[in-house]
């Protein structure tokens, strides 16, 4: 069967878990993040590279959708650019 879509959860909790996420190239992925813990400066996700930015409010799982047209590996990180995580996406 055809996979039609990737949904990968990911806790905020003084850092990324998993912090490293992998996705298969050309099905549509979602990530959700959800921030745990008021620890470090983790309360806003972004990346350029996949092309998401959200505020990540503590207890409140945000879903970002994210592009998987290219194959690669793209990184992640809180608003100071602290902590980073990565997408790689292969085929
Ligand atoms: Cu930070």
New binding site residues.
Partial sequence: MMQTKQQVNVVVNGGYAPQVIALKQGVPAELTFTRTSDQ???DVVHSDALNFKTALPLQQPQTVKVPTDQAGTFEFS??????SGKVVISV
């Fill in positions: 470090g400066c983790l809180c608003g100071m650019d602290m902590f």
